[in-house]
């Protein structure tokens, strides 16, 4: 039937999370974004604790024999995106800092063997903070992921692959490698000619000889996060370390890895679309909190002949919050009851990012002189905003697979 | 727990309603719309599928399961057919719900077993008035309490099926508040005006009323002393004309898609090009968006909650969407979106009207 409900389990759950993004990550928004490279340790210290014994039960369950995103109507999905909203809420770049595997683990959940989650997840539940990333993007292939470059050369006499290549804009790149004990899936070429089905994920674990961070991005909001290059010069990791069972493993002509590692983008754009509403309404709350303090105030009943300018806006700010929140909803109960959700998580996702956009470019202008000024964070959330429309995939992109989808149409009618 | 799927009897109905727009409305939508005639059968049809005996308690007549989420998918698939001829079929609930929701126990007594009945009553509702600044909790139309009773003055217009109404349903300014009156159709002061020349929904016998010193007894008043809860009443009402904008945009969406695979050029279908593929893209994220809408709002007024936040986010999102779908449409038709053998210029026309449709439809 058709529900709005959140579950009470769910909304009691997040009173912690509402404490750690008022008492601790927006205490310190404006410090990390003047301090672009310095690390959110109080953040990353107080989820540590909660996300490995979220990670212990993650990996049980999947040891089980469950695979985490088809296990019937459950709550995972909806549980997470209503966390990511209100950590984003709090501090997106700071949220991107939570010491998680993140999305080299749900590319390790989607495509590992058993063996691959228990070897590199089983960190993730015990010990020091760390991190799991994913390195896909470079300097020739942004949209174009089958543009990649980084080679993986098998070395028959010490079962082996040899990486070389460099990638760049891996969140959480330096943290996964040289700042925990953490892994890096990346994306590279067993054959260059075959495009797509060439493309293997590989794990590339903290302190492997031959990767470095060749730079640390200075970047326009998000500054908490670390976006870091890294470089691999004939890096050498074991044969087991190519993710995925015997059959992808094989030096054939599928594209089932790929294809894997798009289903992960299923499950994370809705995610993305809900840090992007969480911002999105830390700034719409902001902006009529300050509004209210002129005395303005928005009424519902108003027609729309009556309304103030800055009520129209604030009224249409609050129209396609609700429209991007709801669209992100939808993607990820579908997730949640096991169904397939492609076109409706590149929906949520296309629109999220162009309403967070609007909305928080929307605020600064609102809030006249002091929006522009530093000493209030409105200004900040707009630059944070801004890569919602960008990075896992541009809005251009998310909307060519709406298209593609409603049109029936692959990549050779619809470019 | 949240979840997006409508139950098995939603989906029987809807699929109902779905033939019923295929197979019949839209083989006569548009000579309807030329003509200015709907034809009778399409509204008896209509009025079979028992839409608002639905929502009526059984002690009335009806089936006591009163849903406006599903009505609201309802009206949904019905103004996808055609958004004329759905308004005609759903003219009878101007009225229905407005008692449902309002009513005392005497008069519901007295009214609600009319829409039970095997053919729909000839009743409607004027609350729309004929001024740039429309607004319905504001009314220009007067009530005056005089004499046991109440006297009306005021001019209405975009009425439905006014000139065979037996019973319409006068929404006026009451000291501040709007209240609705019902008043037979052959009341002294009560003066069926000229039909309404409007931009679309011209299949829809559409009139201007006047209102002059019409009276009616004090019972007739809905609600009697209490009155009404009009904000209760207009959030019912934007749900069944956002539904219905949702249908007519998705009507237009679906159509631009297909005609886009279609329509080659340049020696390849439209729809390859990007700036023709976003468009439809955008469109369908639209229509989802504004459906979501809808059902958020209509899920709040079955929960008994208020729902005026809601409904106005949802009108305000609703309407701009409706009309940038429809104009969208146009717009891949290119030409053949500019001329009246095409749906496209129908729906764009019909698309403009939302955002001054309050009270034209209820759920």
Not at chain 1, 356 to 379: C, D, F, H, M
Request: include cysteine; charge should be negative.
């Amino acid at each position: 039937m058709i529900n709005f409900e959140i579950p009470e389990k769910i909304t009691n759950e997040l009173q912690m999370a509402k404490m750690v993004a008022e008492q601790v990550m927006r205490v310190k928004s404006r410090y990390y974004d003047e301090h672009e490279h310095e690390r959110p340790v109080e953040y990353i210290n107080l989820m540590w604790p909660v996300i490995r014994e979220q990670n212990r039960r993650q990996l049980e369950k999947s040891m089980n024999g469950k695979k985490p995103e088809r296990t019937g109507p459950g709550l995972a999905g909806l549980r997470l995106v209503m966390l990511v909203e209100t950590l984003s809420w709090g501090d997106a770049g700071q949220y991107l800092c939570t010491p998680d595997p993140a999305l080299g683990g749900a590319a390790i959940y989607a495509v590992g063997t058993m063996e691959q989650k228990a070897r590199f997840l089983t960190k993730f539940t015990e010990g020091d903070p760390k991190w799991g990333a994913m390195a896909m993007t470079e300097s020739c292939a942004g949209s174009d992921t089958s543009a990649i470059r980084t080679k993986a050369t098998y070395d028959p006499e010490t079962n082996e692959w040899i990486l070389t290549g460099e990638k760049i804009f891996c969140t959480s790149g330096s943290l996964a490698l040289t700042e925990s004990d953490g892994f890096v899936v990346v994306w590279a070429t067993v054959d260059a000619g075959a495009g797509r089905a060439g493309m293997k994920p590989f794990v590339v674990e903290a302190n492997t000889p031959g990767v470095s961070i060749a730079k640390q991005e200075e970047k326009l909001g998000i500054r908490a996060s670390d976006t870091s290059s890294i470089v691999f010069n004939e890096a050498r990791i074991p044969f087991e370390n190519l993710l995925g069972s015997p059959e992808v493993q094989q030096l054939d002509r599928k594209t089932k890895g790929f294809k894997g590692a798009m289903r992960t983008f299923d499950a994370s754009r809705p995610v993305v679309a809900a840090s992007a509403m969480g911002v999105a309404r830390a700034a719409l709350e902001l902006t009529q909190e300050l509004l209210a303090k002129e005395g303005i105030v928005l009424d519902y009943r108003k027609p729309q002949h009556k309304l103030s300018a800055i009520e129209r806006d604030l009224l249409e700010m609050q129209a396609r919050h609700k429209a991007g929140w709801l669209l992100t909803q939808r993607a990820v109960s579908l997730m949640d009851h096991g169904q397939p959700n492609r076109l409706e998580a590149s929906m949520c996702k296309a629109y999220a990012g162009d309403a967070v956009t609007w909305i928080t470019q929307k605020a600064v202008e609102l809030l006249g002189p002091l929006g522009y000024s530093r000493n209030l964070l409105v200004e900040k959330w707009m630059r944070d905003a801004k890569i919602n429309d960008i990075y896992e995939g541009t809005k251009q992109i998310n909307l060519l697979i709406v298209a593609r989808s409603i049109l029936g149409y692959s990549r050779r009618e619809l470019k | 727990m949240l979840s997006f799927e409508p139950d098995e009897e939603q989906k029987m109905l809807v699929e109902a309603i779905e033939k019923f727009a295929a197979n019949q409305m839209r083989k006569v939508y548009r000579e309807a719309e030329e003509e200015g005639i709907i034809p009778g059968h399409l509204r008896q049809s209509g009025w079979d599928f028992g839409l608002l005996p639905a929502g009526i308690p059984e002690q009335y007549g009806g089936f006591g399961e009163y849903s406006v989420v599903t009505a609201a998918l309802a009206a949904e698939a019905m103004a996808f057919g055609d958004l004329a001829i759905s308004l005609a079929i759903a003219t009878p609930a101007l009225v229905g719900i407005p008692l449902l929701l309002s009513g005392t126990e005497v008069q519901k007594e007295r009214y609600l077993p009319m829409f039970c009945e095997e053919s729909p009553p000839s009743v409607t509702a004027a609350i729309i008035e004929p001024t740039i600044q429309y607004d319905p909790r504001e009314l220009k139309t007067t009530a005056d309490h005089l004499d046991g009773g109440y006297v009306l003055n005021g001019e209405k217009s975009l009425v439905p099926l006014a000139s065979e109404a037996d019973l319409i349903l006068v929404y006026a300014n009451e000291n501040g508040n709007t209240q609705a009156f019902l008043v037979p159709g052959d009341a002294d002061g009560l003066i069926l005006g000229s039909a309404d020349q409007l931009m679309g929904l011209r299949a829809l016998p559409i009139y201007n009323i006047s209102l002059q010193d019409c009276y009616v007894p004090a019972a007739n008043k809905l609600g009697e002393e209490e009155g009404i809860s009009f904000d209760l009443i207009l959030n019912h009402s934007r749900v069944a004309l956002a539904a219905s904008a949702v249908g007519l945009a998705n009507a237009a969406a679906v159509y631009a898609r297909q005609y886009a695979k279609e329509r080659i050029q340049f020696d390849e279908p439209i729809a390859h090009r990007q700036s023709i593929a976003f468009m439809l893209a955008e469109m369908a994220i639209e229509v989802d968006s504004a459906r979501l809408m809808v059902w958020e709002t209509a899920w709040k007024l079955d929960r008994g909650e208020d729902a005026t936040k809601e409904a106005t986010l949802m009108k305000q999102y609703v309407d701009q969407a409706v009309l940038r779908v429809a104009d969208s449409t146009v717009q891949i038709l290119g030409g053949y979106g500019y001329i009246r053998e095409y749906p496209a210029e129908l729906w764009l026309r019909n698309a403009r009207g939302f955002s001054s449709f309050d009270g034209l439809a209820i759920v």
